[in-house]
């Protein structure tokens, strides 16, 4: 069985630009989460999608948005990216809402210069 | 709120010793916790998890962990540290769907 897969590995931009990044979960999961991995901040939940709803969101600023499609990947973007925007962002998914356990996928490292 | 407090950042072993990696968590309701762990460079595995059947949870290469309602603990441990055994990990709470809140981390370090 793949595992949660994420695009692209690494990303470089400047600040003031969008970034996209990309997630596909474990067949069969129809949740999915979305994580931010800052140096010194510790993993921060940022978004969690359900059968193609939004369900929840961290406590982060309206620029960070998402979306999940028909077939249950899902797609984070972050408008008018600031340097501390710099992290590794992750994605999991699970069958369904917890205590379903979350998979990971091996992130996505974007770099704000 | 549900919160979690990892009591070490930083833990430094021999291998072959036990292994002790402190949680504390803070929940209104019935939580579910986990502990995952991160390689260098990697995503999070999961290692165990615990929701609300047996207090002692095992997991995956030899971990265990125990669920205290009295202490609101939930520490990690395992007989025998090996090298491979390196690298942070996270206790993780949940009671309410799709909100998990992760601790800040313990870095295991394994000497030879």
């Known amino acids: 069985e793949a595992g949660v897969t994420q695009s692209p590995t690494h990303l470089i931009k400047t600040r003031g630009q969008q970034a996209t990044l990309r997630c596909s979960p474990i067949?069969?999961?129809?949740?999915v989460y979305w994580y931010q991995q800052a140096l010194g901040l510790g993993l921060q939940f940022l978004l969690w999608y359900d059968e193609g709803e939004e369900r929840n969101r961290g406590n982060f600023p309206p620029r960070f948005s998402g979306r999940q499609f028909p077939n249950y990947s899902s797609e984070l973007n972050v408008n008018a990216l600031e340097l501390e925007d710099s992290a590794l962002y992750l994605c999991?998914?699970?069958?369904?809402?917890?205590?379903?356990?979350?998979?990971f996928g091996p992130g996505t490292r974007l770099l704000v210069l | 709120a549900q919160s979690v407090t990892q009591l070490d950042s930083h833990v430094s072993v021999s291998e072959g010793t036990p292994v002790l990696l402190r949680c504390n968590y803070s929940?209104?309701?019935?939580?579910?916790l986990f502990w995952y762990v991160q390689h260098p460079n990697k995503g999070l595995q999961l290692l165990l998890k615990y929701t609300s059947a047996a207090t002692l949870v095992k997991g995956i290469n030899g971990f265990e962990a125990e669920f205290k309602k009295s202490e609101t603990s939930f520490h990690l441990t395992k007989p025998s540290a090996h090298m491979s055994d390196a690298a942070e990990y996270f206790c993780?709470?949940?009671?309410?769907?799709?909100?998990?809140?992760f601790g800040a981390g313990t870095r295991l370090t394994v000497k030879p």
């Open positions: 067949s069969g999961h129809t949740s």
């Open positions: 929940s209104s309701y019935s939580p579910s």
């Open positions: 993780v709470v949940s009671d309410i769907p799709g909100d998990m809140r």
């Open positions: 999991a998914s699970s069958r369904g809402p917890q205590p379903e356990t979350q998979y």
